[in-house]
């Protein structure tokens, strides 16, 4: 072989090679940081017009990212978390007691799916899914490799935290501020597994009220008092932006998936202190977006009750700075993560969610046609125009988004929706 020929040929492997490497690199399963913050609705983010606080980290997020307008949960924590760890709708599970997770489901849960693909998993801040004490293994036989977990209905949540670490109770945090603590856990997380696929669910405890759960008012912030809401937004912000930076540092930046979710619409009302006889001081809740007051939504079914940001960045895959129409349900996640990392869905489950991975992947989009939530006997079924209830009230929720003029007696129920509240209630909703 001449001279010339061998060249050409060594340069012809040389290419293979690292068009093989680039190839693997890009089909690798990406890691996945999930952030789930709690009791934020969209009026609060300066990405979804918001004119009440600065977000200039998520808000760089979503820069970095897409937007999704059109994202829907349940109306408070506890069945979002359900929904999100099982890809099903609550009905179907039986609607587990508040602060419980059906333990015939233990093992086919968002972490275990994940788990068994090859992931190593880690949660950390809420879990609101059973009393950590009186049962330690409870994260684990969920999926969950690692934990660092506030003590819910234990203790403090923010200051002198009570937190559980796999299995054991910290004593090392008394002086420190909660939400520090369970973002140092995942960031060290994050460093330590930096060479393998991770999934690092990061429940936040912000921007959740201190907490009216205990015998006696938690202890107040270093300058005698509770946060404001107004504050509590700001260290969310920047805890968002501490743990994306860890991934960013940590050359992780380009096979990484960052979902930014909330659990449910902004409260009413906030607690930000406790007066001299000892009773809880609530102030209201009022954010302006585009010029318009929104008061918090939580526990209602209204947009502002179930309608959250939902921001995903994912570098050369997901277009930067862009917004999208499609419909996404809580219940999606599971099956969207799981096609993403190339694991299988579990055989014996009806799931309840939809993948919506080819839009991640910039090959297609999210096929749901319709969103559902449910609460305290009542429950909807949704689409970007029109709303319907179990109980038969329809909106236009496109021209009316408050839900002020019912239409249930001029205009005809749309037929797919009707439909799909048939379907519901033969899988076992109960709602009227």
């Known amino acids: ?65 897409m937007r999704f307008e059109h994202a829907y949960v349940m109306p408070v924590c506890h069945p979002t978390r359900i929904c999100l760890f099982s890809g099903q709708y609550p009905f179907r599970m039986g609607n ?20 068994r693909a090859g992931y190593a998993t880690a949660v950390a801040g809420k879990w609101q899914i059973a009393l950590l004490g009186e049962d330690l293994s409870h994260p684990t036989r969920l999926g969950f490799d690692e934990y660092c977990l506030f003590g819910w209905h234990e203790g403090p949540r923010y200051y002198e935290p009570w937190i559980w670490r796999n299995g054991v109770k910290r004593e090392d945090v008394h ?20 060479d393998q696929p991770f999934f690092a669910y990061y429940s936040m405890a912000l921007c959740h009220a201190v907490t009216n759960d205990l015998d006696k008012p938690v ?38 998936l960052v979902i930014f979710l909330t659990d449910n619409g902004s409260p009413a009302r906030n607690i930000d202190g406790v007066d001299n006889s000892g009773e809880l001081i609530y102030q209201p809740i009022f954010s302006i977006r585009n010029g318009t007051v929104i008061p918090g939504g939580k526990a209602q079914l209204t947009d502002a009750g179930t309608r959250v940001p939902l921001i995903v960045r994912w570098p050369d895959h997901i277009p930067a700075d862009t917004a999208c129409d499609d419909l996404v349900d809580v219940s999606d996640f599971l099956p969207t993560l799981a096609e993403l990392a190339g694991a299988s869905l579990p055989e014996e489950v009806t799931l309840d969610g939809r993948s919506f991975a080819q839009r ?45 003029h019912s239409l249930t007696t001029t205009q005809p129920l749309p037929k797919y929706l009707q439909q799909a509240l048939r379907d519901l209630r033969s899988a076992g909703l109960e709602h009227p």
């Open 219 to 256: 202890p107040v912030g270093p300058n005698g008092r509770y946060q404001t809401f107004a504050e509590m937004v700001s260290a969310m912000d920047d805890r968002v932006g501490r743990i994306v930076n860890a991934i960013d540092q940590a050359g992780l930046r380009d096979n990484t």
């Open 360 to 404: 991640l992947l910039g090959e297609g989009k999210g096929d749901r046609e319709w969103v559902f939530a449910e609460h305290k006997g009542k429950a909807f079924v949704k689409d970007r125009h029109w709303k319907l209830y179990s109980d038969g009230r329809l909106y236009e929720v496109a021209k009316d988004p408050q839900e002020k």
């Open 96 to 115: 587990p007691d508040w602060g419980s997770y059906p333990p015939s489901a233990e093992a086919n849960t968002i972490a275990q799916v994940l788990k």
């Open 1 to 65: 072989m001449s001279v010339r020929r061998q060249l050409l040929f060594m340069m012809f492997l040389a290419l293979n090679w690292t068009t093989s490497d680039v190839r693997a690199e890009h089909d690798s399963p990406p890691n996945i940081l999930f952030i789930l913050a709690d009791d934020v609705g969209s009026e609060v983010l300066e990405c979804y017009g918001g004119e009440s606080y600065s977000t200039p980290h998520i808000d760089e997020l979503a820069q970095q990212g």
């Open 175 to 194: 002086d420190k501020y909660g939400p520090d603590v369970y973002c140092d856990f995942l960031v060290d997380f994050i460093q330590r597994k930096r």
